[in-house]
């Protein structure tokens, strides 16, 4: 008797933390705001057991966007022929860009709440550095054994570029239309990428 209890009880734990999950999933798909009390709502339970399952807001978008990206090579999928690396760039740009609008609401409660606690930022999901590292492929040989340092860079510049900073700085303080947004990142991303490929020349 003991033992169906507690396994009823485990049952119950488990059933409770998908509800949670799955509430946050079905939020996050509509690009709304993301908030640990609409969660809660949604998935019928009170705030403070949502936070007895997932101790921050970071922590359960973290686990409901897990696996919701595909892998680098499989994003890039259509320009896996391209030997470009300015080609290859852009495409990778104009995905996670497009990636991160789509998702916007809980891209920007992340980045709120990892902007107040910088410790916590490891939960970020680190999607663009595989897309970039990913995109640069063509670049690993000739730019990344003469000059392993400039591969560096490019890299660091890229992240910059590609990322929800940059697009919500062109959306929220530029006031660019999102589409007008990601074509600057895109063009700033080619940019960097085409005068590091140029230096290789």
């Known amino acids: 008797m003991t033992a169906q209890l507690g396994t009823g009880r485990s049952n119950q734990k488990q059933r409770t933390r998908t509800a949670i999950l799955t509430a946050a999933r079905q939020l996050i798909d509509t690009g709304a705001e993301v908030s ?4 809660a709502r949604a998935a019928l339970v009170s705030e403070v057991t949502a936070y007895r399952y997932f101790p921050d807001l970071p922590s359960l978008i973290a686990e409901a966007l897990a696996g919701s990206w595909p ?12 030997a470009d690396p300015v080609e290859r ?29 910088p410790g916590t930022a490891g939960a970020r999901p680190g999607i663009r550095f595989g897309l970039i590292e990913h995109a640069l492929l063509p670049l690993a040989d000739s730019l990344g054994s003469r000059d392993p340092e400039g591969l560096a860079q490019l890299k660091r510049d890229l992240a910059v570029v590609l990322s929800a ?3 919500f700085t062109l959306t929220d303080l530029c006031g660019l239309a999102p589409e007008d947004a990601v074509r600057s990142a895109v063009r700033t991303a080619t940019t960097l990428t085409r005068a590091a490929t140029d230096a290789r020349s």
Not at 36 to 39: I, L
Not at 93 to 105: H, N, S, Y
Request: one cysteine or more; glycine letters at 4%.
């Open 36 to 39: 640990m009390p609409v969660v």
């Open 71 to 82: 892998p680098p090579a499989e994003a890039l999928a259509p320009v896996a022929d391209s």
């Open 89 to 117: 760039v852009a495409f990778a740009c104009d995905f996670l860009l497009r990636g991160i609008l789509a998702r916007q609401g809980a891209v920007r409660a992340m980045i709120a709440a990892t902007v107040n606690r």
């Open 165 to 167: 900073e940059a697009l």
